[in-house]
């Protein structure tokens, strides 16, 4: 292939997986460009299910390729492949580097507009409007790249019917699954501000496992996930803790394709649903879905939050800590308003 494109995107989990529309889609459109994402290990089961044309290479940033020695290594490394062109999708010291360094070999480098200014106004302002997506601005930088008349045209990782189970997750009991619908629940994030009230989420998964017609999948990562789940599991009929038993993130996606809802935080798990095309009913507070970080192909109606408190957002990652101690934009949302949306999914 004449034309190679290098993509960085290193962190974080969910604006990595926002790379994976644009990706597959321009190279879909291009099937004739060969593209290398290079990002950390986790992500490269995901990207395994894009179009052949696209490669990947792993970024360890906290092993072989750590400091300004393991960068100069895997700057080496990425020019060693030859790429024509480089689509910084993460703009960061690190990517900044490798651009210089890119530029200095004679490689046509661009890289995402942040649009910092913009997420600031977003911020202060009384009345919210949309922001430009994310998956937008990514698409931008292939753009300007060469390929003006891009467009993101992205449905799922998976055929229609979702992931074939029998292959991808063979140790997995698919039973009940014509008798139940199945539902996800994700109720984790990297920060406090982003995370809905623990015991309000398990008074949503006992709501949901009351029913008796739902068989509902837990999500997390970590030891502290891993007890809190596998708690509730053990109060709920019906409800399954996956935390630890699925091996990376292309099972878990496989798995969540075939649940008509995920109930999740403003998390990765938010996009990863949104990747195979599951409606998910996502829990917002610190942070905003007009913010231009919305899962792909989702709906604001799906976005649970309080519009009457003039504090938020706070910040566009949701990263600054209550400036009241007491995060009222995630306790004061009743585990009634998640529960109608997700119903309304389930009977739809």
């Not at 990425?78 to 689509?87: E, F, G, H, V």
Request: glycine share 6%.
């Amino acid at each position: 292939m004449k034309n190679h494109i290098l993509v960085l995107r290193f962190s974080a989990m969910g604006d990595v997986l926002m790379t994976v529309p644009v990706i597959d889609a321009f190279a879909r459109q291009h099937p004739d460009v060969r593209l290398t994402v290079c990002s950390r290990a986790w992500a490269k089961p995901v990207f395994a299910l894009l179009p052949p044309n696209v490669n990947f290479v792993v970024a360890d940033l906290k092993g072989e390729h750590s400091g300004w020695k393991g960068l100069n290594f895997l700057c080496r490394k990425l020019l060693a492949i030859q790429p024509t062109a480089m689509a910084d999708l993460h703009d960061v010291l690190r990517t900044k580097w490798l651009r210089t360094r890119f530029k200095m070999a004679g490689i046509t480098v661009q890289h995402i507009h942040k649009d910092r200014r913009a997420r600031k106004a977003f911020i202060r302002a009384s009345e919210k409007t949309l922001q430009r997506s994310v998956f937008e601005k990514y698409a931008d930088v292939f753009r300007r790249l060469g390929y003006p008349d891009f467009q993101v045209q992205f449905r799922s990782l998976f055929p229609e019917g979702g992931a074939d189970l029998t292959t991808t997750l063979p140790h997995f009991d698919a039973s009940q699954r014509p008798e139940r619908n199945w539902v996800a629940v994700a109720p984790f994030a990297t920060y406090e501000g982003k995370i809905y009230p623990l015991p309000q989420m398990e008074q949503v998964v006992a709501q949901l496992a009351a029913r008796g017609d739902v068989r509902i999948f837990l999500f997390g990562a970590g030891e502290r996930e891993r007890a809190v789940t596998e708690a509730w599991a053990a109060r709920h009929p019906h409800t399954e803790s996956m935390t630890g038993k699925l091996n990376g993130l292309a099972e878990e996606a496989a798995l969540i394709s075939h649940c008509r809802v995920m109930v999740a935080m403003d998390s990765a798990n938010m996009h990863l649903a949104s990747l195979v095309g599951v409606p998910v009913v996502s829990i917002w507070g610190a942070t905003h879905p007009l913010g231009g970080f919305l899962g792909w192909g989702q709906q604001l109606d799906d976005a649970i939050q309080r519009t009457d408190l003039p504090c938020r957002p706070c910040s566009v990652f949701g990263n600054k800590p209550c400036q009241f101690g007491d995060y009222r934009c995630m306790t004061g949302i009743t585990p009634e308003q998640a529960l109608q949306r997700v119903e309304l999914k389930i009977e739809n």
